[in-house]
């Protein structure tokens, strides 16, 4: 993700799912993995990328020129998988410059794919705090909220993420699934794999796949797999 100011967060569990990787595409995983967003992350001082999501533009922060070094080395040692030291860097950037918002959006990747829940959703609402403009944010804090089992915090953290940014493909996948696997209402769920489909130019088997069995599905049937598009 970004810093927005600073630049970018890799997305949640692959590229964008249920866990964060830092790379700048996106794809879901339900027993097996599925297709990537619409969407190509960039790192920049002031647009976020998480997951394969651009951020929509906001009032963006001046970004010192050695805050914005220490953020991309920072990046560099997360893509490279060197997750402790990224730890280290972000936690300064975010505790040097709290205005940001970048910095504890990837701290709260790093504490979620650790299982350090509380840790990740209060840094990811350090974020928003930050750069309420963000959506890709409000999405990773959906994620972090649906792993805790907050189910209501994250329908609202997704439908934040959403209203700031409609084409933004993955916040539609994720609140699909809280409102199939968890919410149990297979209408909405429906509508809102088809707005995903709908966003995804390249297509997307796997939730295609969850489509024809959601409408086939009898009683208390649930597929347990599917995971978020981070």
């Given at each position: 993700?970004?810093?927005?100011?600073?630049?970018?967060v890799?997305?949640?569990?692959?590229?964008?799912?249920?866990?964060?990787?830092?790379?700048?595409?996106?794809?879901?995983?339900?027993?097996?993995?599925?297709?990537?967003?619409?969407?190509?992350?960039?790192?920049?001082?002031?647009?976020?990328?998480?997951?394969?999501?651009?951020?929509?533009?906001?009032?963006?922060?001046?970004v010192?020129p050695?805050?914005?070094?220490?953020?991309?080395?920072?990046?560099?040692?997360?893509?490279?998988?060197?997750?402790?030291?990224?730890?280290?860097?972000?936690?300064?950037?975010?505790?040097?410059?709290?205005?940001?918002?970048?910095?504890q959006?990837?701290?709260?990747?790093?504490?979620?794919?650790?299982?350090?829940?509380?840790?990740?959703?209060?840094?990811?609402?350090?974020?928003?705090?930050?750069?309420?403009?963000?959506?890709?944010?409000?999405?990773?804090?959906g994620?972090a909220?649906?792993?805790?089992?907050?189910?209501?915090?994250?329908?609202?953290?997704?439908?934040?993420?959403?209203?700031?940014?409609?084409?933004?493909?993955?916040?539609?996948?994720?609140?699909?699934?809280?409102?199939?696997?968890?919410?149990?209402?297979?209408?909405?769920?429906l509508?809102?794999?088809d707005?995903?489909?709908?966003?995804?130019?390249?297509?997307?088997?796997?939730?295609?796949?969850?489509?024809?069995?959601?409408?086939?599905?009898?009683?208390?049937?649930?597929?347990?797999?599917?995971?978020?598009?981070?």
């Amino acid at each position: 993700m970004g810093m927005a100011g600073c630049a970018s967060v890799p997305d949640p569990e692959s590229p964008l799912h249920d866990t964060a990787v830092p790379t700048s595409t996106a794809t879901v995983t339900h027993a097996s993995t599925p297709a990537p967003t619409n969407k190509t992350a960039s790192a920049s001082a002031s647009a976020p990328v998480v997951v394969a999501a651009p951020a929509k533009p906001e009032a963006e922060v001046p970004v010192a020129p050695a805050a914005q070094r220490a953020f991309d080395e920072a990046l560099r040692a997360f893509r490279a998988g060197r997750v402790e030291d990224a730890e280290r860097s972000f936690l300064a950037l975010a505790q040097a410059y709290p205005e940001l918002g970048g910095p504890q959006a990837n701290l709260g990747l790093i504490y979620r794919r650790a299982g350090k829940l509380p840790e990740a959703i209060a840094a990811l609402e350090k974020a928003v705090q930050a750069s309420p403009q963000q959506s890709v944010y409000f999405n990773q804090l959906g994620v972090a909220y649906r792993h805790h089992g907050l189910f209501t915090k994250a329908r609202e953290a997704y439908e934040r993420a959403i209203s700031l940014d409609a084409d933004y493909a993955a916040p539609y996948l994720n609140l699909g699934i809280l409102h199939d696997l968890y919410l149990q209402e297979r209408r909405r769920a429906l509508e809102l794999y088809d707005r995903y489909l709908t966003l995804s130019p390249g297509g997307d088997a796997t939730v295609t796949k969850w489509v024809a069995d959601l409408k086939n599905r009898k009683g208390d049937q649930v597929m347990l797999s599917k995971r978020e598009q981070e």
